[in-house]
């Protein structure tokens, strides 16, 4: 179990990152990729990527098991900034005291399965090609399993955060916690987690940055180096068939369906994200006509729905936001 300890303090230092972290989402997905976990999320998104992969995916399966410790100079603070270049500038740029020290621990690990390569010797000494290699490895990963399907991470990662924003205002920090049930449990002031080793977390003041990763599976993940910046990696919700939609195997009939006064409202009224039961009361139609309006919105990607609790929270994807940006529909 993971127990992450807060005093009033880093309390007032909790924040949800404004976007998906481009080496997290490297690190995760690749780990995703080679795994078999969780088949109906991730399964068709393998199948159209696996044949992507190539020998610069090498060292990435040198560096990043399906379990255990991965190094974590492969994660730094980005401090706000979510570029790929500069993220990967900030990778190549780890001192070599600091690279030694994490690839020391890894090789130390005993979830390695396979012996460390020459290559991961080279880079833990700060070499030049080595360090070339790495930043095509990350490029190569971000390109392959992630560049196709930004729009769909970007937009549920948006999606979480409205559910994490909405659970601020009727809550506070108090409440932001305790909306992360099942994952994440709050007894305050102790945020606890499923883990694979035990571990306690002294945050001492620094705060915590909590960041949505569209590929990180059922558990959270934190940085081992407990004086690194605090950050907790958490999973999002997902939308079934994500990747067939990014991929433009679905038609886009249901673009059609979209002309008409309620529909054009609900686009205008999710950009925010409103629940079923809100959208009813704001546009005077009942919650089953809601339903069948977002359904449509959602099939032509304007719009993503999801669960919390007892409610559905839509919110605009940015091909919605685009639209009435462009057309803005009279309502």
Request: net charge positive; charged share 20%.
């Amino acid at each position: 179990m993971l127990r992450v300890h807060f005093t009033a303090d880093d309390l007032a230092r909790v924040r949800v990152a404004a976007a998906p972290d481009p080496l997290w989402e490297i690190t995760n997905s690749f780990q995703a990729l080679i795994s078999k976990d969780a088949p109906l999320l991730f399964g068709q998104w393998r199948t159209l990527v696996r044949p992507r992969m190539g020998r610069a995916h090498s060292l990435l399966a040198a560096l990043l098991p399906p379990r255990g410790y991965s190094p974590d100079f492969l994660t730094p603070d980005l401090r706000g900034s979510f570029d790929l270049a500069a993220a990967i500038e900030t990778v190549l740029g780890t001192p070599r005291i600091r690279l030694r020290r994490d690839l020391a621990l890894f090789a130390a690990s005993a979830h390695r399965a396979q012996p460390m390569p020459p290559l991961t010797r080279t880079l833990a000494e700060g070499e030049p090609a080595a360090l070339r290699r790495l930043g095509s490895s990350l490029q190569a990963q971000h390109h392959s399993a992630l560049a196709p399907f930004w729009d769909q991470i970007r937009t549920q990662v948006d999606a979480d955060r409205a559910i994490r924003a909405r659970s601020v205002l009727d809550g506070g920090t108090d409440g932001l916690l305790a909306g992360f049930r099942p994952v994440l449990r709050w007894h305050p002031p102790v945020l606890e987690a499923d883990y694979p080793v035990p571990r306690n977390v002294y945050l001492r003041g620094r705060g915590l940055l909590l960041q949505p990763s569209f590929f990180c599976l059922r558990r959270p993940v934190t940085v081992a180096d407990e004086t690194l910046t605090p950050v907790l990696v958490y999973p999002i919700q997902h939308t079934l068939g994500w990747a067939q939609e990014s991929a433009g195997t679905e038609d886009d009939t249901s673009l059609g369906a979209l002309i008409g006064r309620t529909r054009a409202a609900i686009l205008e009224n999710v950009v925010t994200g409103a629940t079923t039961g809100e959208l009813a009361l704001r546009l005077n139609v009942s919650g089953a006509a809601v339903s069948q309006h977002t359904a449509v919105l959602r099939r032509a990607g304007l719009l993503v729905s999801m669960r919390r609790g007892r409610h559905v929270l839509h919110t605009s994807t940015p091909t919605g936001l685009a639209l009435l940006e462009g057309v803005r529909p009279s309502v």
